[in-house]
């Protein structure tokens, strides 16, 4: 176990990227929301991306990855493996922060509750207010992650 200032390991970043995959030409997700690189989320305020090069996909993925790192951070302050850590920010990642809030499993890890928190993660398949089943492959492997020690 380590401190709660855990940065996302090169595994963990490669774990988002095989699930995400790389797309350097925007496109629109099952849920409706545009979508480039590895899985970024285009925002209203984000200058209108049409085509990116693979280092700009890095660098949004990067980004992406610290904030939900400083959002993690946060939520649950006691110490956490790598793995845990990693799977966490997958999970931040490809949920969204705001609906994986929602979700409540954030606070029962920090509660250490994992059982519970499993459960709510396996079953976190909303995404933009939709219910999305192809994300239950992922569910399942940040859960094996989650629990891989």
């Known amino acids: 176990m380590t401190g709660p200032l855990l940065n996302t390991s090169s595994a963990g970043i490669e774990f988002i990227k095989k699930h995400q995959g790389l797309s350097l030409e925007k496109y629109r997700d099952e849920s409706g929301l545009w979508i480039i690189g590895y899985g970024h989320i285009i925002g209203q305020s984000e200058k209108s991306y049409s ?4 280092s700009q996909a890095e660098r949004l993925l990067i ?3 610290q904030k939900c790192e400083r959002v993690l951070r946060k939520i649950i302050p ?6 845990k850590h990693d ?4 999970l931040l990642f490809s949920c969204g922060i705001f609906d994986c809030l929602q979700t409540g499993i954030l606070q029962n890890v920090a509660h250490g ?13 909303m ?3 939709k219910k999305v089943e192809s994300l239950a492959a992922l569910r399942q492997a940040e859960c094996a992650l989650f629990h891989d020690e």
Not at 51 to 54: P, V
Not at 78 to 83: H, Y
Not at 113 to 125: I, M, P, S
């Open 127 to 129: 995404l933009n207010g």
């Open 51 to 54: 085509i990116i090069t693979s």
């Open 113 to 125: 509750r994992y059982e519970e928190a499993t459960t709510r993660w396996r079953n976190a398949l």
């Open 78 to 83: 006691c110490p956490l493996s790598q793995k």
């Open 87 to 90: 799977a966490l920010v997958s």
């Open 63 to 65: 980004d992406d990855i």
